[in-house]
């Protein structure tokens, strides 16, 4: 199989399940339990919060563990919007983010908030000056994700910080950062709330975190029981899958350099030899190295896919999350109708090769020259 998704998931490597299955067999104690076999857990947990600190960048202790990037998104916009209830009910967001925040964004409009939208131009891009223009004095928060799972397309959310201090210093911005975990320091960055995933960096599904920074005073809580993760999302600790996002998180850590060279030489790779074959147009201008997206303009994205599928070559159409559905990221552009239709997206991670690019881009020409186009 060549697997060229990563943006969909990750393969976790053989020390991240190795990490958990210590957890899941040897050392399964509850974190809240008082005898030393829980209690070591509470420690592990805390070690395990660093660990993904460290790859965020971000002090530990605003760090949450979630079950997921959708569980993170969905619960910042509520935070933000509850503890600015007193400045008003306007959200800023762009058209082109994950369904987990465009789809909390419409359950907030029937709680009676008013949701911006603001849309790219065609390359997919949005400016800091468009998003802070759309800012308002009842503005109570702005989601801007840093990378487009879609587009690879990097998003200014330092200088949306930044610019959001003088515009209206009450609004508190949420970005999904989901893609551009590892890539980003969430220092330098400024936003209040950032949601990342661990299976995009090859850790286990099902786990996540929440950067909660010092303006979001007192969140609302997302689950209110035990009162694990600061009392703010009660639960039993994941501990397995925690584990293996920190191992995960240490690795990328310590193979950023390398991998961010590696994603880097494949994306041109890639470009070269798709933009080769006919027909064959580049969407969006992507800076992020992992996500190359392109149009085979006139053949329809879901035929390629299934063909490529057939034939052991794993791509997207659109994200992953909206399989056959038209992608609402690639309608945000208003692109031709050939050129929309035509849209996959091809993600790279440390496991991709020259050869699987390669092997790609032949299958393809070969779709391209013997399918149909549409009329
Ligand atoms: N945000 C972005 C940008 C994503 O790409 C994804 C997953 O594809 C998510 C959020 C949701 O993350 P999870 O699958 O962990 O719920």
């Known amino acids: 199989m060549i697997y060229l998704d990563y943006a969909a998931t990750a393969p976790v490597p053989r020390a991240v399940a190795d990490a958990m299955i210590e957890v899941l067999t040897e050392r399964y104690g509850n974190p809240s339990s008082q005898y030393p076999f829980g209690a070591e857990m509470k420690k592990r947990v805390e070690d395990w919060r660093r660990a993904v600190a460290a790859l965020l960048d971000c002090p530990a202790e605003g760090l949450h563990f979630t079950s997921c990037g959708t569980e993170g998104d969905n619960w910042a916009l509520r935070a933000a919007v509850w503890q600015n209830r007193h400045v008003g009910n306007h959200i800023v967001t762009t058209a082109v983010e994950h369904s987990a925040v465009l789809e909390c964004c419409k359950w907030l409009e029937r709680e009676g908030c008013e949701v911006t939208y603001l849309a790219p131009d065609q390359n997919g891009s949005l400016t800091a000056e468009q998003v802070l223009e759309a800012v308002r004095p009842d503005t109570a928060a702005v989601s801007v994700m840093l990378v487009n799972n879609e587009l690879g397309t ?80 009660s ?27 590696h994603l880097e030489a494949l994306h041109a790779v890639a470009l070269e030899k798709l933009l080769a074959i006919p027909d064959m147009v580049c969407v969006g201008a992507g800076t992020a190295p992992h996500i190359l997206s392109v149009s085979l303009a006139g053949w329809p994205a879901g035929n390629i896919v299934n063909d490529l599928g057939s034939q052991g070559i794993c791509v997207s159409a659109g994200s992953a999350c909206h399989q056959g559905k038209p992608s609402h990221v690639v309608a945000a552009l208003k692109l031709p109708k050939r050129v929309a239709a035509g849209v996959i997206r091809l993600s790279f991670g440390p496991g991709t090769t020259e050869a699987d690019i390669d092997a790609c881009a032949q299958a393809l020409r070969r779709h391209r020259d013997t399918r149909m186009p549409m009329l």
């Open 154 to 233: 990097v998003y200014p959310v330092a200088d949306i910080a930044r610019g959001l201090a003088a515009r209206n210093p009450k609004t508190l911005l949420h970005t999904d950062a989901v893609q551009g975990l590892g890539t980003f320091s969430a220092r330098a960055l400024g936003a209040d709330f950032v949601t990342v995933s661990a299976h995009k960096i090859g850790g286990p599904k099902g786990v996540g975190a929440l950067y909660i920074g010092p303006r979001a005073r007192n969140p609302r809580p997302l689950l209110a029981g035990g009162g694990q993760e600061r009392g703010l999302r």
């Open 235 to 261: 639960g039993t600790e994941a501990t397995a899958q925690i584990a293996g996002f920190a191992r995960a998180a240490e690795l990328r850590l310590e193979n950023r350099e390398r991998n961010r060279a």
